[in-house]
């Protein structure tokens, strides 16, 4: 593996690209019954293993950029107001200094989780139906927060699974255990602050903001997917409607008063607004196709072998490197003489040599030859 500015680049450009492509799979409905989650999640993670490693690898192939390239190479190279610091320089110390802010930031949010967990108290005895206690390992820590709320899960080693003052039947009880507990089985907390960290070293990219987005999205269709893959179809459609009945209860509650910042801590709630119309469609459309079709499988091997088959690196010349050369053209030709060779482009001498076996370029090898 080998990381150059072009590696980058390329890596860039590419993982835009699918990031374009993966925000029209999870936005058009019509998507759904042909891409399923087993798809999604993979093509997620061929987007951050893409910028996480954004290296030339074996199959990389190079092709050579006369342009734009050249361009911004020679850009990047010049002084900044005829200092020592190019521009290229500049860029890396904005960057650096950015990601150093970023992650500060991000480290000082975790630490203020133990700040907010400070307002959660034990769970009432009679909360929770024994239907819903039973479900839960000893593992996880239970506990209750007074404000209308939907639950949450938090901690990525010792996980919690919070509940709020928000009204349920036993049966969504359950339902949202089974939904938390599976954001636990899939390491969901740790997953997202790996992307986190992405986040806060592409801080400059604007796409790495909505692939976040997608990344949570599809955490929560994951989610979903689990709890009722193998349900049958009085569970499966109780599950979705739970969804819409508990969102319409959190929805007619407004009190900014007693609204907890989300980004401070990572959670996974089963009811997000935002991405509820997504995951309703989602399983509505997935409950008879549950599983991607194998033919379109098979384009999650494809897209990796493309992203890293080609790299576009500078090709230019020098013009002080060229002065006093002449290139060989069609009418270039080798004259034999006196024992020696000499090469004429454009009726002009261009020097001898000793034999053509003497000569590495296939050009001159192939030009004619003249007896004198």
Known sequence: ????????LISLVLASLLIVLLQILLSQKFNYRFFRIDFLQVFALIIFIRLAVPFEFINTHTLSSHIILPVLYKTAQQPLLNSGITFAKLL??????????SLFHFIKSLCHVKQISSMFNELPANYLSK??????????????????????????????????AL??????????????????RNH??????????????????????????????????????????????DVYFNYVQSLVHITKSLTSISDPLVEIDNSTFANFTILENCTLKQRVQFLLEGYEIRS????????????????TSIIFEPDSINPKDVSGTKAINQTSYVVHKSG???????????????SLKDIQ????????????
């Open 167 to 184: 009204e349920s039947t036993p049966e969504e009880q359950v339902y949202i255990i089974k939904h938390e507990l599976q954001h636990i």
């Open 188 to 233: 969901d907390i740790l997953k997202k602050h790996f992307v986190n960290i992405l986040v806060c070293i592409y801080w400059w990219f604007p796409l790495i903001y909505l692939f976040q987005k997608q990344i949570n999205i599809i955490f929560e269709m994951e989610a979903d997917h689990r709890v009722v893959n193998k349900s049958m179809q």
């Open 131 to 164: 239907q819903a206690i039973n479900l839960i390992p000893s593992s996880v820590t239970l506990n209750y927060l007074n404000i209308p709320k939907s639950p949450f899960v938090y901690g990525t080693f010792h996980p919690h699974i919070v509940f709020c």
């Open 361 to 372: 370029d296939p050009e001159i090898k192939k030009l004619p030859v003249f007896e004198k």
């Open 340 to 354: 020696k060779y000499y090469l004429f482009i454009d009726d002009k001498n261009m020097g001898s040599f000793g």
């Open 292 to 307: 991607t079709k194998p033919v379109i499988k098979m384009l999650l091997i494809l897209i990796p072998l493309l992203i």
């Open 92 to 101: 890396l110390i904005i960057w650096f200094t950015g990601t150093l802010f």
């Open 1 to 8: 593996m080998h990381f150059s500015i072009s590696s980058l």
